[in-house]
């Protein structure tokens, strides 16, 4: 039905390979649920998912900085890189600002200051962006409670992940996964209610 979630770090290991390795990964997922659309609706959604979630990664780490950065005062490229790997990789981890300026041997109001510059954002929001970011590929290509997926995350319990979750998707992980997941679902819901209120 579902495939097992990759970690982030073989996430990360995956993009490496570039746009060709990326484009491959998408036409197999593709493929895939072209194939079993007919024969096994969930395998097929499971695929177009997982596709999606690809895509969006990619984006965000194309759009995540550029080789300027440091004309800017930002950080270089090899601690754009470096920073991003170490808090994929420690993601169910709590991370401090400190661990991550310690990571690139800088002071701590110097690496906020860079890694805005470079990001776009304090390294706390895009610390949560990326465990929010992470929860939503765990709900989407795995069956594990949302319980888990906020340990697996680094969130502090299933209330810090929903908050997180609201503030920046703007519903609840419940609800966001039931939509992505079963669509079907979904209508049904809806027409249930209309139904109720004597609508047609």
């Not at 300027?68 to 981890?93: C, M, P, Y």
Request: proline share 4%.
């Amino acid at each position: 039905m579902y495939s097992a979630p990759i970690s982030p770090l073989q996430a990360e290991v995956s993009y490496l390979g570039g746009v060709n390795d990326l484009a491959l990964s998408l036409i197999k997922l593709l493929e895939t649920a072209s194939r079993e659309v007919d024969t096994d609706r969930a395998a097929a959604k499971a695929s177009i998912a997982q596709a999606s979630s690809l895509l969006q990664v990619q984006v965000e780490r194309t759009a995540a900085g550029s080789p300027n950065n440091r004309a800017l005062g930002g950080l270089t490229t090899w601690q754009i890189h470096r920073i991003s790997t170490f808090v994929d990789k420690h993601l169910e981890q709590p991370i401090r600002v400190e661990d991550m300026g310690q990571v690139l041997c800088l002071s701590v109001s110097y690496f906020s200051r860079a890694f805005r510059r470079s990001f776009g954002e304090a390294p706390h929001a895009y610390l949560m962006r990326r465990r929010v970011n992470w929860a939503r590929h765990l709900m989407l290509t795995s069956d594990m409670a949302l319980s888990e997926v906020a340990q697996a995350c680094g969130f502090a319990d299933q209330a810090h992940l929903c908050r997180q979750f609201r503030q920046r998707i703007g519903a609840s992980p419940a609800s966001w996964r039931r939509e992505r997941r079963d669509p079907d679902a979904q209508l049904t819901e809806r027409n249930i209610g209309r139904q109720e209120n004597g609508q047609s």
